[in-house]
Nanobody, 120 residues
Framework: QVQLVESGGGLVQPGGSLRLSCAASGVWLSINSMGWYRQAPGKERELVATIGKMGRPTYEDSVKGRFTIARDNAKKAVYLQMNNLKPEDTAVYYC??????????????WGQGTQVTVSS
């Protein structure tokens, strides 16, 4: 079983910064990708950033230049550094991991979510 534990959300003023962390545990052959999604009230969950097996990041257009995703393979962790936060970044942020299991199949797990609120 693959589990994810997130931390780092909170309340911040516009222009401020937060760093989200996500630690994974479980058994797998390899990690295909790790990433962050978010869901604002009344909206669908959307991709924020992902980082693949080779370490190449991808970002949703509205966060490019402000957010940075990083991965620590030794710690089985992924981080999201969020700078110059805007009110429209307010959402529940979810960590995501896509792994290849010992059986050969792929498995996707989600964290419990952490609230990020940007408000003055």
């Amino acid at each position: 079983q693959v589990q994810l534990v997130e931390s780092g959300g909170g309340l911040v003023q516009p222009g401020g910064s937060l760093r989200l962390s996500c630690a994974a545990s479980g058994v797998w052959l390899s990690i295909n990708s790790m990433g962050w999604y978010r869901q604002a009230p009344g909206k669908e969950r959307e991709l924020v950033a992902t980082i693949g097996k080779m370490g190449r990041p991808t970002y949703e257009d509205s966060v490019k230049g402000r957010f940075t995703i990083a991965r620590d393979n030794a710690k089985k962790a992924v981080y999201l550094q969020m700078n110059n936060l805007k009110p429209e970044d307010t959402a529940v942020y979810y960590c995501n991991i896509d792994v290849r299991k010992v059986s050969g199949s792929n498995y996707i797990a989600w964290g419990q979510g952490t609230q990020v609120t940007v408000s003055s």
